[in-house]
């Protein structure tokens, strides 16, 4: 069992740039798969990055590789997510999921865990 729990969203300009901290609780995080998805207003849920236990990262779009980091630190249970030159289009409530699998997945119906959300707001 994982809680997970968002932090970091923020009102910022556009160009700014913006860290996410997901803490989870448990023993057992690092074993997990951990990723970041996004829900825009009106738009559906994003797959954004993700992080194996091994280190292996995955990214959704060009735009997201472009400008994203997603990162870990099993030490602290923690991941993390830099974006960087934000854009109004990346405002959206973002979301930080857990998988028992080692595989990273795309699909959001295949993350067990899910944080509350955290909102990013990028003002022109």
């Known amino acids: 069992q994982v809680q997970l729990v968002e932090s970091g969203g923020r009102l910022v300009q556009a160009g700014g740039s913006v860290r996410l901290s997901c803490a989870a609780s448990?023993?057992?995080?690092?074993?997990?798969?951990t990723g970041w998805f996004r829900q825009g207003p009106g738009k559906e849920r994003e797959f954004l990055a993700a992080?194996?236990?091994?280190?292996?990262?995955?990214y959704g779009t060009a735009s997201v590789k472009d400008r994203f980091t997603v990162s870990r630190d099993n030490a602290k249970n923690t991941l993390y997510l830099q974006i960087n030159t934000l854009r109004p289009e990346d405002t959206a409530v973002y979301y930080c999921?857990?998988?028992?699998?080692?595989?990273?997945?795309?699909?959001?119906?295949?993350?067990?865990?899910w944080g509350q959300g955290s909102q990013v707001t990028v003002s022109s």
């Open positions: 992080i194996t236990s091994g280190g292996s990262t995955a």
């Open positions: 999921a857990a998988r028992s699998a080692p595989s990273i997945s795309l699909r959001g119906d295949t993350w067990e865990y």
């Open positions: 448990g023993r057992t995080f690092a074993s997990y798969t």
